[in-house]
């Protein structure tokens, strides 16, 4: 199926007289006839048991999700934080370390930078334009993982995935991907060499701003036993799980072995799955995904072409822009566009950047991006509000900035609103 048809077809297929659109199972637990019988689901978990550890609804849109990206297996979670998370704590523990850009989503900052601190795993960070060899040296003997955003939000710079995936391979270890702004239709990580891929799908994949969620993508392609005989790290991905009587995850369940690790260990324990009725929800976006892209990319362009050319605006960045600085990178990595998200500067700072916002009539003022209606956030005053000025600088925001999520609407309905409002400025 081409990428379109999976967004429709993929996860579910009913059989004769059964629901045409995938049922919302919207029950914790299930019932069974025989001891025996749920004695062997705890030894070897090929049936639904408890909807901690899978749900039919959201088993479905779990399929849909790994093929779309390309990978083996996927796991839904409560949040794009919880994907984050347990993609990291599937292969570190205390006294480890793992490599991140350090341009990436600010909560994840956070989590990677102060909590994950705070269970004995080290964020090293580095520049996401580092070199081959900075990658490299940035690495210590106790480094098990890499991370990256394909589109970082809100900075707009975009990842050089084969160049970070063959660091990361060169030291033995896997690349993630948080490929929340580009999803799958606009890039697929794994064809570029990543490992695993985590999607915040609150954004483009729900699309409507009607649920938070997560998911964690496995593309099935590290090999956990090479890296093991080179390395000695993911020793729990290849000897027998003592928290799950002895099961080996690569031995029993061979490429899915991560993904299976994540479900079986960490949902288990940390339980951040979410219900049935929001992955109902999650795959009537993603049925419109390849449709609903394809316009962000299109209004997004002659937005930021708009912008480009208006006096009161100091700066424009969108990665689709010819000139602008990851130009050569979004045209190897998103061809077909680079999502709805453009940040812009306006001129005379905040004050300015504010009243701009403020006299905005169609988009709205929201703590949200990547949304099917218009948004816009003005990050200095809201999301980075505890940063100092020179802090800000330092993160590439300035007073000035405004981050505009381009949704559905008429281009020209846009157009036409921030030229009324850039008027007031
Ligand atoms: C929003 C976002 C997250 C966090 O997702 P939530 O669903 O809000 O927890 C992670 N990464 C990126 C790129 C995001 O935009």
Redesign the pocket.
């Known amino acids: 199926m081409k990428f379109e048809t999976k967004c429709l077809h993929s996860g579910y297929a009913p059989k004769n007289g059964e629901p045409r659109v995938v049922p919302i199972v919207q029950s914790t637990t299930y019932r069974f006839d025989s001891c025996d019988h749920v004695a062997d689901l705890f030894d070897k978990p090929t049936e639904y048991i408890y909807s901690r550890f899978a749900n039919p609804t959201c088993d479905a849109v779990e399929k849909k999700l790994a093929d779309m990206e390309g990978g083996v297996g996927a796991m839904l979670t409560s949040?794009?934080?919880a994907a984050?998370l347990l993609s990291i704590l599937n292969l570190c523990s205390a006294g480890d370390s793992f490599i991140a850009s350090a341009s990436i989503?600010g909560?994840?900052i956070n989590l990677f930078g102060f909590t994950l601190k705070k269970l004995g795993i080290e964020c090293i960070w580095v520049d996401v334009d580092a070199s081959y060899d900075e990658i490299l040296k940035s690495f210590k003997p106790n480094t098990k993982a890499v991370f990256g955003?394909t589109i970082a939000?809100p900075a707009l710079t975009v990842f050089d995935i084969e160049k970070w995936a063959k660091a990361a391979h060169e030291k033995h270890v896997p690349l993630i991907v948080?490929n929340?702004?580009a999803t799958p239709y606009l890039c697929r990580p794994f064809e570029f060499g990543a490992d695993i891929v985590v999607h915040?799908t609150?954004?483009y994949l729900d699309g409507h701003a009607v649920q938070?969620?997560?998911a964690i993508v496995d593309s099935g392609n590290f090999d956990w036993v090479a890296a093991n005989k080179a390395t000695g790290y993911f020793e729990d991905l290849v000897k027998p799980d003592p928290s799950y009587h002895g099961l080996e995850y690569v031995k029993e369940f061979g490429k899915a072995a991560y993904i299976i690790k994540a479900r079986t260990q960490l949902m288990r324990d940390f339980g951040c799955y979410p219900a049935a009725h929001s992955a109902f929800l999650l795959n009537m976006g993603i049925e419109t995904l390849p449709i609903r892209m394809e316009r962000y990319c299109k209004n997004a362009l002659q937005v930021a072409e708009f912008f480009q050319r208006h006096d009161k605006i100091a700066k424009v960045r969108y990665p689709m822009l010819g000139g602008d600085k990851y130009y050569e990178n979004a045209k190897k990595y998103l061809p077909l566009g680079a999502s709805g998200v453009i940040t812009v500067s306006i001129k005379g700072g905040r004050k300015a950047a504010m009243r701009f916002m403020d006299s905005l009539k169609l988009a709205s003022d929201e703590v949200h991006?990547a949304d099917i209606r218009t948004c816009v956030l003005h990050p200095a005053s809201a999301t980075h509000r505890q940063l100092t000025d020179e802090q800000l600088v330092a993160a590439g925001i300035d007073g000035g900035m405004v981050r505009f999520s381009c949704g559905l609407e008429n281009v020209d309905d846009i157009i036409c609103d921030i030229k009324q409002a850039l008027e007031k400025v």
Do not use: L, P
């Open positions: 949040s794009g934080q984050s989503y909560g994840t955003e939000n948080d929340t702004f915040s609150t954004k938070g969620g997560g991006v």
